[in-house]
């Protein structure tokens, strides 16, 4: 995998890993100061556990943005999540929308209100180090269903399982979606002695 670093930090597409398929940056910038964050599928622990991770990365920023399933008569919520596999129709895809009135997050599925929520992250990290939100529109969604990486683990060091969640972690920040470990000779297969022993 190679990321170009040129021109890193100057605008928010250069924070953005992998670069999304399609990107509009408005004029601008975001300033949400209050609100709540709405979203009707939160008896769903999977989406539960997604708007808490949006809730958390605002916290760390100083904002708190209470959550909800439904909004009141004329509130405009700060944050809108929410799954719709018609409005989005590629599988794992999603639209990120921050624009002077809030934010506006709508996936196909899971797996897209997850990635979603990912470049959500990315953005935070680049507006924690530039001061400003931008006003930008993201279309985006796989090329490939399945996005592996392959380690070799048989020639260089076997890493521990702390250092392997830390890797799941980051490959899934990229939205590596499957982790494969080569092994050889590095794992005692009980039936197999031969292959480990020496």
């Not at 949400?32 to 991770?53: A, M, P, T």
């Not at 509130?75 to 999603?94: C, F, H, L, M, V």
Request: with cysteine.
């Amino acid at each position: 995998i190679s990321f170009s670093t040129e021109g890193f930090g100057r605008s928010v597409t250069n924070w953005l890993i992998p670069k999304p398929q399609e990107i509009i940056i408005g004029n601008g910038d975001c300033k949400i100061s209050h609100g709540r964050i709405i979203c009707k599928e939160l008896d769903n622990s999977f989406v539960y556990r997604s708007i808490k991770e949006v809730q958390q990365l605002f916290q760390e920023q100083g904002y708190y943005f209470a959550f909800a399933a439904i909004k009141a008569k004329g509130e405009i919520p700060a944050i809108q999540i929410k799954i719709d596999s018609i409005a989005i129709n590629r599988s794992q895809g999603y639209t990120l929308t921050i624009d002077s009135t809030g934010i506006c997050l709508t996936a196909h599925d899971k797996a897209g209100l997850f990635y979603g929520t990912l470049t959500l992250k990315q953005i935070s990290e680049y507006a924690g180090s530039s001061g400003i939100w931008p006003i930008i529109r993201i279309n985006d969604w796989p090329d490939f269903e399945r996005r592996g990486v392959m380690l070799d683990i048989s020639r260089d060091k076997v890493p521990s399982m702390g250092t392997l969640f830390k890797l799941v972690d980051r490959l899934a920040g990229w939205k590596i979606n499957e982790f494969q470990l080569y092994t050889e000779h590095t794992f005692a297969y009980s039936n197999y002695l031969q292959v480990w022993q020496n």
